[in-house]
Every structure is written in C-alpha cells, then in structure tokens.
Nanobody, 125 residues
Framework: QVQLVESGGGLVQAGGSLRLSCAAS????????MGWFRQAPGKEREFVAA????????YYADSVKGRFPISRDNARNTVYLQMNSLKPEDTAVYYC??????????????????WGQGTQVTVSS
C-alpha cells in the first residue's frame, strides 16, 4: 500500500509563496501519477494539479494555472506543488494523491487510489 505524507503548509499573506511536498513510500514511485487536491470548509474536494509518472505531462485547474507549478523528483519519491501569488481563496487543506494507472485526465478525486492526510494552507489578506 502506498503511504503519502504532505508537508509545507502554513500561514502566509496574500501574494506570498509556499512549497508543498508529498513524500511517498514504495519502490515504484515513478509508475504513479500524482495529484494535488484541496478542500475548504463547507466545500467539495477540488482538483488543483496532476503530473504523470515521468513528469512529462501536467494538468492544472484554471484557478491555479500559471501560479502553482507541479513537479516531481522520482529519485526522492516526492512530488511538489509550488504555490505562488497566493490568494485568500486558496485557503484549504491540501491533499496529495497517488494514481496507480497512467495519467489520463486525472482531474477527479475518484481516479486516485491513495491519499495523504493533508496539510493546511491559510492565506491572509
């Protein structure tokens, strides 16, 4: 079973940056597509970004495109979300997820097989 641990969340002022990391267990990390999702209080879980196992394909929600590049370092079993130009509406718990089948769309939480426990990101105005 894949275990995922997010880190890097915190409190930041609008316009600032944070980098989230997600460390995965296992020896076949490069075979997993990885995604980031977020959930604000009272709202549904929302897709943020996804990356293929090789890192060659990425997808982004329109709300974060150009601000939140996703990347991965397969040698370190880690996926990153660089969060720039943060806005108060970005406040949420951010989750990483692993998809055991190749990335194909990859924007629905239903497509992912394993989840981390989340890290809180709070953006103040």
């Amino acid at each position: 079973q894949v275990q995922l641990v997010e880190s890097g969340g915190g409190l930041v002022q609008a316009g600032g940056s944070l980098r989230l990391s997600c460390a995965a267990s296992g020896r076949t990390f490069s075979s997993y597509a990885m995604g980031w999702f977020r959930q604000a209080p009272g709202k549904e879980r929302e897709f943020v970004a996804a990356i293929s196992g090789s890192g060659g394909t990425t997808y982004y929600a329109d709300s974060v495109k150009g601000r939140f590049p996703i990347s991965r370092d397969n040698a370190r079993n880690t996926v990153y979300l660089q969060m720039n130009s943060l806005k108060p509406e970005d406040t949420a718990v951010y989750y990483c997820a692993a998809k055991l089948t190749p990335l194909r769309g990859g924007t629905s939480w239903r497509e992912y097989d394993y989840w981390g426990q989340g890290t809180q990101v709070t953006v103040s105005s």
